[in-house]
C-alpha cells in the first residue's frame, strides 16, 4: 500500500464515520436547541430535564437509522475486504 492508497483509505473512513453520525448528531442538535428553549422561556433550569430527553431521542433515533448504519458500514468494510484481497 503506497501513500496515495493510505490517504485514499483514510478519506473513505472519514467520510463514512461522518455519514454515520451525522443524522444522529443533527437530531440531537434540535432537540438540544428546543431544550434549552424550552428552558429560556420557562426559566426552569434542571439539569435532568436536558439530559434525559436527548439521551432517550438519540437512542430511538439509533434505532430508527440501525439499518442505514448497517449499510453503510457494509459497504465501506466490503471495500477495505476488497483492498485486502489484492494487496501483493
Not at 20 to 28: C, E, F, K, S, V
Not at 61 to 81: E, R
Amino acid at each position: 500500500m503506497n501513500e496515495q492508497q493510505a490517504l485514499e483509505f483514510g478519506r473513505e473512513a472519514i467520510f463514512t464515520v461522518l455519514q454515520i453520525g451525522t443524522p444522529i448528531m443533527l437530531i440531537a442538535l434540535v432537540v438540544g436547541l428546543t431544550i434549552a428553549l424550552f428552558q429560556a422561556l420557562t426559566q426552569i433550569q434542571e439539569m435532568t430535564l436536558t439530559f434525559v430527553p436527548k439521551i432517550l431521542v438519540i437512542f430511538l433515533t439509533l434505532i430508527l437509522f440501525l439499518p442505514y448504519i448497517l449499510d453503510k458500514m457494509q459497504t465501506f468494510m466490503l471495500g477495505v475486504a476488497d483492498r485486502i484481497a489484492t494487496i501483493s
